[in-house]
Protein backbone atom coordinates (compact mmCIF):
# COMPACT_ATOMS: atom_id res chain seq x y z
CA UNK A 1 0.00 0.00 0.00
CA UNK A 2 2.90 2.28 0.98
CA UNK A 3 4.35 1.59 -2.39
CA UNK A 4 1.46 2.68 -4.58
CA UNK A 5 0.98 5.81 -2.18
CA UNK A 6 4.54 6.75 -3.53
CA UNK A 7 3.49 6.07 -7.33
CA UNK A 8 0.40 8.03 -6.79
CA UNK A 9 2.25 11.73 -5.15
CA UNK A 10 5.24 10.36 -8.06
CA UNK A 11 2.14 10.63 -10.68
CA UNK A 12 0.59 13.92 -9.35
CA UNK A 13 3.89 15.52 -9.13
CA UNK A 14 4.74 14.97 -12.42
CA UNK A 15 1.51 16.30 -13.65
CA UNK A 16 1.75 19.53 -11.35
CA UNK A 17 4.45 20.02 -13.31
CA UNK A 18 3.52 19.74 -16.62
CA UNK A 19 0.69 22.27 -16.50
CA UNK A 20 2.54 24.86 -14.54
CA UNK A 21 5.10 24.44 -17.08
CA UNK A 22 3.14 24.44 -20.11
CA UNK A 23 2.05 27.81 -21.63
CA UNK A 24 -1.41 27.94 -23.18
CA UNK A 25 -2.15 30.32 -25.55
CA UNK A 26 -4.23 33.14 -24.92
CA UNK A 27 -7.81 32.63 -25.51
CA UNK A 28 -8.26 36.27 -26.86
CA UNK A 29 -4.72 37.10 -28.39
CA UNK A 30 -4.03 41.29 -28.42
CA UNK A 31 -2.39 40.78 -31.74
CA UNK A 32 -2.99 37.97 -34.30
CA UNK A 33 -0.43 37.83 -37.01
CA UNK A 34 -1.61 35.88 -40.00
CA UNK A 35 1.09 34.55 -42.76
CA UNK A 36 -0.73 33.20 -45.96
CA UNK A 37 1.81 31.43 -47.27
CA UNK A 38 0.14 31.05 -51.09
CA UNK A 39 -0.47 34.66 -51.40
CA UNK A 40 2.99 35.78 -49.98
CA UNK A 41 1.32 38.03 -47.44
CA UNK A 42 0.92 39.05 -43.65
CA UNK A 43 -1.97 40.38 -42.24
CA UNK A 44 -2.14 41.81 -38.38
CA UNK A 45 -4.82 42.17 -36.35
CA UNK A 46 -4.80 44.43 -33.17
CA UNK A 47 -7.47 43.91 -30.08
CA UNK A 48 -10.25 42.53 -33.09
CA UNK A 49 -9.28 45.54 -35.56
CA UNK A 50 -7.11 45.50 -38.65
CA UNK A 51 -3.86 46.89 -38.33
CA UNK A 52 -1.67 46.38 -41.08
CA UNK A 53 -1.32 43.95 -44.45
CA UNK A 54 2.00 43.52 -45.90
CA UNK A 55 4.21 41.38 -48.71
CA UNK A 56 6.46 38.60 -47.21
CA UNK A 57 8.82 35.79 -48.32
CA UNK A 58 8.39 32.51 -46.86
CA UNK A 59 10.19 29.37 -48.10
CA UNK A 60 11.80 28.94 -51.31
CA UNK A 61 11.84 25.75 -53.19
CA UNK A 62 13.88 23.23 -51.39
CA UNK A 63 13.18 24.89 -47.69
CA UNK A 64 10.20 24.35 -45.81
CA UNK A 65 7.77 27.41 -43.40
CA UNK A 66 6.17 25.71 -40.58
CA UNK A 67 2.32 25.31 -41.10
CA UNK A 68 0.09 25.52 -38.15
CA UNK A 69 -0.85 28.52 -35.01
CA UNK A 70 2.23 29.42 -32.69
CA UNK A 71 2.98 31.69 -29.79
CA UNK A 72 6.06 33.71 -29.91
CA UNK A 73 8.21 31.89 -27.98
CA UNK A 74 11.31 35.05 -27.85
CA UNK A 75 12.76 38.31 -29.91
CA UNK A 76 16.28 39.61 -30.93
CA UNK A 77 16.05 43.09 -31.97
CA UNK A 78 19.38 42.35 -33.61
CA UNK A 79 20.14 38.94 -34.23
CA UNK A 80 22.45 37.33 -36.91
CA UNK A 81 21.69 34.00 -38.21
CA UNK A 82 23.99 31.08 -36.80
CA UNK A 83 22.43 28.60 -39.46
CA UNK A 84 22.72 30.65 -42.84
CA UNK A 85 26.39 32.78 -43.13
CA UNK A 86 25.63 35.13 -40.22
CA UNK A 87 22.65 36.69 -42.07
CA UNK A 88 20.88 39.22 -40.36
CA UNK A 89 17.52 39.08 -39.19
CA UNK A 90 16.69 42.58 -37.72
CA UNK A 91 13.68 42.74 -35.50
CA UNK A 92 13.21 38.72 -34.99
CA UNK A 93 10.16 37.43 -33.48
CA UNK A 94 10.49 33.49 -33.46
CA UNK A 95 7.60 31.76 -32.80
CA UNK A 96 8.69 27.74 -33.83
CA UNK A 97 12.85 26.75 -33.06
CA UNK A 98 14.56 29.08 -35.23
CA UNK A 99 12.00 30.10 -37.31
CA UNK A 100 11.29 33.50 -36.83
CA UNK A 101 9.17 36.60 -39.00
CA UNK A 102 12.05 39.01 -38.94
CA UNK A 103 13.41 41.99 -41.83
CA UNK A 104 15.20 41.39 -44.96
CA UNK A 105 17.57 43.72 -47.48
CA UNK A 106 16.04 41.48 -50.09
CA UNK A 107 12.96 43.52 -50.21
CA UNK A 108 12.82 43.00 -54.19
CA UNK A 109 11.90 39.57 -53.38
CA UNK A 110 9.16 40.25 -51.59
CA UNK A 111 5.49 38.58 -52.12
CA UNK A 112 7.11 35.51 -53.36
CA UNK A 113 8.65 32.56 -51.85
CA UNK A 114 12.21 33.37 -51.03
CA UNK A 115 13.98 32.51 -47.97
CA UNK A 116 15.12 29.32 -46.43
CA UNK A 117 12.10 29.17 -44.15
CA UNK A 118 11.26 32.02 -42.28
CA UNK A 119 9.01 34.47 -42.53
CA UNK A 120 10.90 38.24 -43.96
CA UNK A 121 9.18 41.41 -43.72
CA UNK A 122 10.09 44.64 -45.42
CA UNK A 123 12.60 46.22 -42.16
CA UNK A 124 9.91 48.91 -41.48
CA UNK A 125 7.31 46.40 -41.43
CA UNK A 126 9.90 44.26 -38.95
CA UNK A 127 9.89 47.37 -36.83
CA UNK A 128 6.52 47.91 -36.41
CA UNK A 129 5.71 44.04 -35.65
CA UNK A 130 8.65 43.98 -33.36
CA UNK A 131 7.43 47.39 -31.73
CA UNK A 132 3.72 45.90 -31.73
CA UNK A 133 4.42 42.39 -29.61
CA UNK A 134 6.32 43.99 -26.95
CA UNK A 135 3.85 46.46 -26.14
CA UNK A 136 1.33 43.83 -26.09
CA UNK A 137 3.29 41.29 -25.15
CA UNK A 138 4.87 38.25 -26.14
CA UNK A 139 2.36 35.94 -24.36
CA UNK A 140 -0.75 37.89 -25.99
CA UNK A 141 0.84 37.19 -29.56
CA UNK A 142 -0.34 34.65 -31.59
CA UNK A 143 0.71 33.89 -35.03
CA UNK A 144 -0.59 31.69 -37.71
CA UNK A 145 0.88 30.35 -40.63
CA UNK A 146 -1.48 28.36 -43.58
CA UNK A 147 -1.25 27.41 -47.22
Not at 38 to 56: E, I, L
Not at 73 to 98: C, E, L, Q
Not at 106 to 133: D, E, F, Q, T
Request: proline share 5%.
Amino acid sequence: MKKILSVIVALMAAVAITFTTVEAAPANPAVRVHIDIGSQTMSVMVNGFPYAFWRVSTARKGYYTPRGSFGVTRTAKVYYSRKYDNSPMPNSVFFHGGYAIHGTGYIRNLGRPASHGCVRLHPANAAKLYALVHRYGLKRTRITLTD
